[in-house]
């Protein structure tokens, strides 16, 4: 085997090996920003969708990926997501307690609630939103997917107009009535005398959802199978090590 093969599940070429990825990822031919003279045509019910994927940092170059970046970054300090810890053990804590007392799906119980409940407390959105968040989410992620189809393109856009939607209406009730959440925290932010546009604010917290939801649900999940899988020691959990276990897990099997 070589530095590529050739996917056939995906009918992509995938670099395999530590040098080629970060060759790949290094080389300035190989960006994120399709030329506009070989983008293609949007059609018109997926528009809702790309307005989003416009303004997103997973889809930008610099300068105006380092812009954003850093308008973000101002919002999203360490220190603010540290004081999240304390609420997020209590919320694991609450979730554990109410577990079954027969075997029972750890996604269902904890791994897919506990990222909604904190991402949606740290947006400063209702937490009875929590289920419709992660609808919206999964059917516009569908559009990263293998199975893609039609149907689910049409459905994503139609996720993505849904979402945008509620996403602008709580920004404009925020700029009236600021709190301490992101939404007020990334109204605020401000460098060199700019500011987030309010298309940039929506895509940017939709974002924090899709990215932030599935990464965390899926790492999970991975992470406990794979403990359970290699019949793992209870040192690994105890208080001193937990966070090389969990660095390892991230490592081993990524979401």
């Known amino acids: 085997m070589g530095d590529f093969v050739f996917w056939d599940d995906f009918k992509m070429p995938m670099a395999v090996t530590h040098q080629a990825v970060s060759d790949v990822l290094k080389s300035k031919s190989m960006g994120r920003e399709i030329p506009v003279e070989k983008r293609t045509e949007i059609r018109p019910e997926l528009q809702a969708f790309y307005d989003i994927e416009a303004h997103s940092m ?24 540290q004081a999240l810890a304390p609420e997020i053990s209590q919320i694991s804590d609450q979730l554990i307690s109410a577990f079954p007392d027969e075997p029972f799906d750890l996604m269902q119980h904890f791994a897919k609630k506990l990222p909604v409940v904190v991402i949606a407390r740290l947006l400063g959105v209702p937490q009875s939103m929590g289920d419709q968040l ?45 709190t301490d959440d992101l939404i007020s925290q990334l109204i605020a932010a401000e460098e060199d005398g700019q500011r987030l546009s309010t298309d940039e604010m929506v895509t940017t917290c939709i974002l924090l ?5 599935e990464a965390t649900v899926h790492t999970i999940g991975n992470s406990v199978r794979q403990l359970l899988k290699h019949g793992a020691r209870h040192d690994v959990l105890e208080p001193e090590l937990i966070e090389n276990t969990v660095e390892e897990c991230l490592r081993f099997d990524p979401p």
């Open 58 to 81: 997973l889809e930008l170059e610099p300068p105006i990926h380092t812009r954003l970046r850093g308008l973000v970054l101002r919002a999203f300090t360490r220190r603010s997501i």
């Open 134 to 178: 992660v609808d919206w989410s999964n059917r516009m992620v569908a559009m990263y997917q293998a199975r893609r189809t039609p149907e689910i393109e049409v459905d994503a856009a139609e996720a993505a107009r849904e979402f945008a939607d509620f996403i602008r209406t709580h920004i404009d009730q925020k700029r009236a009535n600021p």
């Open 209 to 213: 959802l899709n990215a932030g939801h």
